[in-house]
């Protein structure tokens, strides 16, 4: 089940598991952008949800942040959950915040309200002939559905003036994701994006009220 790799990411040492989604070039991306919005932030005491978390890499890094008072790492994947907070244990001197995590599909176990909303999501188009590891990539016939019914439950946990990062790549229907965003009432705000190979990927930071941070 698990292999001995290891990645290194700004301090935290990440393992990885065969049947996890370990860390690429959107995790180191998303991280890096995420970190770096929350950074910003006037609160103190931040609540951050690392929705589909993985090996953690995200939540964790984020987790360092003096601002952050707790991380959420939820996934639908036990092993996943599993190696979160393994990897959380590694890093644990590095980070002050409370965790938890959460075995949930979407929001389905989680009745909180966040201030910040994190999710990498299966962003590429569905393909007949499928591939290992489905559900780390299959984002529906659009690349998009699943991006979008996280925003449908995400903006119910959304505390004021909180925050949702999504990842999203070229290859789907960014259009119809757009239009999505759009019609429930969430303005992008800012966001980060690099070419990798045959696609661009970018996280954007979305937010109800547009009245910065």
């Given at each position: 089940m698990a292999s001995d790799a290891v990645v290194e990411y700004e301090g935290p040492d990440i393992k990885t598991y065969e049947n996890v989604y370990?860390?690429?070039e959107d995790s180191y991306l998303a991280a890096e952008f995420i970190a770096r919005e929350i950074r910003k932030r006037r609160e103190q005491g931040l609540d951050?949800?690392?929705?589909?978390?993985?090996?953690g890499i995200i939540g964790i890094t984020v987790g360092k942040e003096?601002?952050?008072g707790s991380i959420t790492f939820s996934d639908i994947n036990t092993y996943a959950l599993e190696l979160a907070e393994k990897n959380l244990d590694r890093?644990?001197?590095?980070?002050s915040a409370k965790s938890?995590?959460?075995?949930s599909d979407m929001f389905a176990r989680l009745d909180d309200n966040f201030d910040v909303i994190i999710f990498n999501p299966p962003y590429l188009r569905s393909e007949p002939s499928g591939k290992d590891g489905r559900e780390w990539w299959d984002g529906g016939t659009d690349g998009v559905e699943v991006a979008m019914r996280f925003l449908d439950e995400a903006i119910k946990h959304l505390k004021h003036n909180g925050s949702i990062f999504l990842v999203h790549s070229s290859l789907s229907d960014i259009g119809k994701l757009k239009i999505h965003i759009e019609d429930?009432?969430?303005?992008?705000?800012?966001?980060m994006s690099s070419?990798?190979?045959?696609?661009?990927?970018?996280?954007?930071r979305l937010e109800r009220n547009a009245h910065g941070l």
């Open positions: 370990g860390p690429s951050v949800l690392d929705m589909g978390t993985g090996s003096k601002n952050v890093n644990k001197e590095k980070i938890r995590f959460v075995l429930l009432g969430l303005k992008e705000l800012s966001s070419h990798f190979f045959f696609e661009t990927i970018t996280c954007i």
